[in-house]
């Protein structure tokens, strides 16, 4: 595997870098002479290389794992995250995690740092400083998902075991990600040990799931493969069939599969290939062979029924990476996104002679994004180098598209509606530079990204700044960076259970960009095996949306007379994370203070309101022990204020003299509910404590692993649900529903 993130260190020039993706890195070093390089990586053997170069080299550094670890000193005073100072984990750091399907989940650790929360209860959602889940840019092997969660966002559609690392970043974005406000989160597929085959075989609550990689061509080619699926359909449906002899099936399905291939034709050049592909369902199904009908004695019909949802994503990229000269390297990828939501009922009732009754009801919504990037990096130095790209995406979309099918001996129709399709070419170019060791000790990157759309006869054209200083001295880091960044796509969403029954739509004339302005100052100590940090961010948002009280997107009608338009936002925020990574203790506590507000001139009066996530307090602790040489231990605890609602003011009742009208009581009267300030009330705190136990045991093959655990291990019946109820006074008051007591969950997991 080409490991990414590697540290180099120059010992005698004091200097040290950081390996691209794919594994590359440039360092200048003294010709003719005899030196040193000591090479670097979390989990891995620490590996010091003697070197005397005679002219421009291209070497090749294998690392070999360590699972247990000597503490190594290197006397270097730079933060191994890179100035960036992204966060990156691997999956293999963060599987003995509990968590509540068993099988710990990539995405849902980000939510236990500081600036991260999360939405409701289970949900993986995450609200990065202030900011909503779409806001976030998640590529797998630099392809955009649009939606990258299962079961309604408890969890995400990442196999942990096909995962190789993920990088997020939120303090500086580069500049050669673009489109999102808050973050992006890079997800890299394994691509494929070239010594052997490997494979990992994973059965938990959730799903079940296979993953092997390995060399295809000696030195050449290498691959990986998974399958992840839920298997609980299959049994209900053979339960349900063997009960019912009428072919009667629900339940609900999510598949994943990925498929990568990397070609290394020489040291210079090397080519990849992955496919992925994540799909959910659920259903009912009913049929049946044998119906009668009074209408027609003596004769026989079939019957179908069927009501289904499904939604997933496909993506494709093709890259090629080439190192045409000593101190650059350039990148070109293709790529493809697919996303789909579709909402299906159908009903059959017919004979080989005649169809009784007919009814077919679609839904879809459809995202396809192509995209071609070139990147191209440049080493001036071992203190200045830089990188310029280009890139065209072309997405469509087709919003909502309803059809509609009904036949009979009386009518044939069959129509669908539309909002039409949408087509939105973007062009971006970027070019960032990293200066490092001003006076010795500053480090600088300042990068910009010319980005522009055109979209419903509208064009808009962005420039996104940014820039991020860093003054390291003695294990001491004072850090500061600011950003403007655009954002092309809005996101509405009908309620925030996390199911994907919502809408992605570009840009209009008449609903422009999102745009957000993050200002960030930290301060950081590293001593012995502790990390100390502490920052402070304000992020102001414009060009908010939101759907106006009472409306559907799946509802006649242009976008603009939807939507409430103009809206803007403001987060401040405090950030302390505190952190042990080495020892047979390790983990972290992290705590985010916080206040999220949002303003329309539409709504509320024009007044500022709390955003519906607006948690001024967010606490994690994290802890992970070895108990011995095959069992280890894990726990975290989780508290955050609660979220907000709407409450009533006060309420009245009319009478209504309208018979028809539902929402009048059997008297005649009608309450209503009048709402005087928007998000006025908040719900409990949200707190719990998860553990786990993992049991590994070495086979002559690979090694065995349970892990056994219990969420919510105190039994907090934390809310997921409020509805309104009227008490024997006659006055309002908040009901909450709970879904999660405590659930024990175990996994299990084999390798070879």
Known sequence: ????????????????????????????????????????????????????????????????????????????????????????????????????????????????????????????????????????????????????????????????????????????????????????????????????????????????????????????????????????????????????????????????????????????????????????????????????????????????????????????????????????????????????????????????????????????????????????????????????????????????EQGFTSKNKFTDIDTTFSEGQFSSPEYKIHTEWELKDILGKISMKAGASLSSISVDKTNYTFVDPRAIISYDNNGWSISSSYMILHQFLHFLSNSSNGFPADLWVPSTSGVPPQRSQQTWFGISKEKDAYNFSVGVFQKRFTNLIRLKEGQSFFRPGNLSSKVITEGEGIAIGLEVLVKKDLGHTTGWIAYTLSKNDRQFSQINGGNWFPYIYDRRHDLSIVMKRELGKNVSFATTWEYRSGHRLTFPGFQYEIQLDDPTDILQSYEGLSTIYDVTTINNARTRAYHKLDISFEFRKKKSKGERTWKIGIYNMYNRLNPYYHFLETDKDGSPSIKQISIFPIIPFFNFHRSW
């Not at 339960?239 to 210079?268: E, W």
């Open 1 to 400: 595997e080409y490991l990414n993130g590697a540290h180099i260190y120059f010992r005698d020039g004091n200097i040290s870098v950081l390996s691209a993706e794919n594994g590359y890195f440039a360092i200048e070093v003294p010709t003719k002479q005899p030196f040193s390089l000591i090479v670097s990586y979390v989990g891995y053997r620490s590996d010091s290389i003697n070197l005397s170069v005679q002219q421009d080299t291209l070497i090749e550094v294998n690392l070999s794992k360590g699972l247990i670890l000597e503490r190594v000193e290197v006397s270097s005073t730079k933060d191994l995250r890179g100035i960036e100072r992204s966060i990156q984990i691997r999956a293999s750091d963060i599987t003995t995690l509990p968590s509540l399907t068993g099988e710990t989940d990539v995405l849902r650790v980000f939510q236990l740092l500081p600036g991260i929360s999360s939405g409701l209860e289970g949900n993986g959602g995450l609200y990065v400083r202030g900011g909503s889940p779409d806001q976030n840019l998640i590529l797998l092997d630099g392809t955009p998902l649009y939606y990258a969660y299962h079961l309604g966002g408890f969890n995400s559609t990442f196999n942990p075991h096909s995962v190789k690392n993920t990088t997020l970043f939120l303090d500086y974005i580069p500049a050669g990600y673009s489109g999102r406000l808050s973050s992006v989160i890079d997800v890299r597929l394994k691509d494929g040990g070239q010594d052997r085959w490997r494979t990992d075989l994973n059965f938990g609550l959730l799903s079940t799931s296979i993953a092997t990689n390995g060399p295809i061509v000696k030195n050449k080619l290498t691959g990986s493969f998974s399958l992840r699926r839920t298997p609980y359909d299959l049994l209900t449906n053979a339960y349900l069939k063997y009960i019912d002899k009428q072919d009667f099936g629900l339940g609900y399905y999510l598949f994943d599969t990925h498929m990568k291939l990397r070609y290394q034709h020489n040291l210079k050049n090397s080519f990849s290939f992955s496919f992925f592909s994540g799909v959910d369902k659920s259903y009912i199904r009913q049929s049946s062979s044998n119906i009668t009908l009074q209408e027609f004695s003596g004769e026989t019909f079939r019957g179908k029924a069927n009501t289904s949802a499904s939604w997933g994503n496909s993506t494709i990229n093709l890259s090629w990476s080439n190192l045409p000269s000593p101190k650059s390297a350039f990148v070109l990828s293709l790529r493809y996104a697919r996303f789909f939501f579709q909402d299906r009922n159908f009903l059959d009732v017919s004979s080989d002679d005649q169809t009784i009754i007919l009814n077919e009801q679609r839904l879809q919504t459809t995202i396809d994004d192509l995209g071609i990037n070139l990147n191209f990096k440049t080493y001036h130095s071992n203190f200045l180098h830089g990188e310029a790209g280009i890139s065209i995406n072309s997405r469509h979309f087709t919003p909502f």
